[in-house]
């Protein structure tokens, strides 16, 4: 049985196999809307901030 998901996109239903072009979107459309926002920092992972560089002593050998 094939798995189907939904675009993230869209939310039309996909089936999840190798055929599937563009999985896990529906079409190229869903998925350049998708990457352009991404490009444009419309979404993003939250994580730490980085250290600023004066910060980072780059002889630490824990940084390796």
Request: with cysteine; hydrophobic share 30%.
């Amino acid at each position: 049985m094939t798995k189907i998901v939904n675009c993230p996109h869209c939310d039309k239903p996909v089936e999840w196999k190798e055929s599937s072009k563009w999985r896990p979107f529906c079409c190229e459309r869903c998925k350049m809307i998708d990457l352009g926002a991404w490009a444009s920092e419309d979404y993003s992972i939250a994580s730490e901030s980085p250290r600023p560089m004066e910060d980072v002593d780059f002889k630490d050998s824990s940084m390796n």
